[in-house]
T-cell receptor, first 114, second 113 residues
Framework: EAGVAQSPRYKIIEKRQSVAFWCNPI?????LYWYQQILGQGPKLLIQ????????DSQLPKDRFSAERLKGVDSTLKIQPAKLEDSAVYLC????????????FGEGSWLTVV | GEDVEQSLFLSVREGDSSVINCTYT??????LYWYKQEPGAGLQLLTY?????DMKQDQRLTVLLNKKDKHLSLRIADTQTGDSAIYFC?????????????FGQGTELSVKP
């Protein structure tokens, strides 16, 4: 079974530029999560989708971050404009349904803002 | 509120047992997880335990849950150099309808030959 796919793996941008990350969850998984992991910290949830609807985006900085999951499968996370403090790993995860007992993570997209 | 705490570092010798500890605050936690993160990689699900259990064993891994003290531990038997990584404890609470994971800050395990 294929895992959670993410791209790009690495991205370096200048502050005030924009960047987009893509995620393809495990087939059949209705719930998709985007987490931000700053170096030396545990991951923190940015946004959670159930199919194509948003369940929780309370920690998403909506002035600069946006995410969508239009057809309930793939998702994109966009940052515009980027700030230095956005340097982090952006992890996508999926589970069969919300509250499920197995949540699987992708390899992450590593962002450096200079 | 929800909070998960872990010690930051643990160093052991190859062949010894490692015990990584975690405390959490949410008494309504339903599932508790251990994830492993190697350098440059994502999070690998190692094991999880349901809150009505007090122990779970999976090959070299043993998870102990003390619900009264809100304390979770991960024991790795016969620790190998390949076990060197950061280990994250995470919880999902019953009050969290979305099922999101709340993570600790991670414990860096260093295994010396």
């Amino acid at each position: 079974e294929a895992g959670v796919a993410q791209s790009p793996r690495y991205k370096i941008i200048e502050k005030r530029q924009s960047v987009a990350f893509w995620c393809n969850p495990i087939s059949g998984h209705a719930t998709l999560y985007w987490y931000q992991q700053i170096l030396g910290q545990g991951p923190k949830l940015l946004i959670q989708f159930q199919n194509n609807g948003v369940v929780d985006d309370s920690q998403l900085p909506k002035d600069r971050f946006s995410a969508e999951r239009l057809k309930g499968v793939d998702s994109t996370l966009k940052i515009q404009p980027a700030k230095l403090e956005d340097s982090a790993v952006y992890l996508c995860a999926s589970s069969f349904n919300r509250g499920g007992n197995t949540i699987y993570f992708g390899e992450g997209s590593w962002l450096t803002v200079v | 509120g929800e909070d998960v705490e872990q010690s930051l570092f643990l160093s052991v010798r190859e062949g010894d047992s490692s015990v990584i500890n975690c405390t959490y605050t949410d008494s309504s936690s339903t599932y508790l997880y251990w994830y492993k993160q190697e350098p440059g990689a994502g999070l690998q699900l190692l094991t999880y335990i349901f809150s009505n259990m007090d122990m779970k064993q999976d090959q070299r891994l043993t998870v102990l849950l003390n619900k009264k003290d809100k304390h979770l531990s991960l024991r790795i038997a016969d620790t190998q150099t390949g076990d060197s990584a950061i280990y994250f404890c995470a919880e999902v609470s019953a009050g969290n309808q979305g099922g999101k994971l709340i993570f600790g800050q991670g414990t860096e395990l260093s295994v010396k030959p």
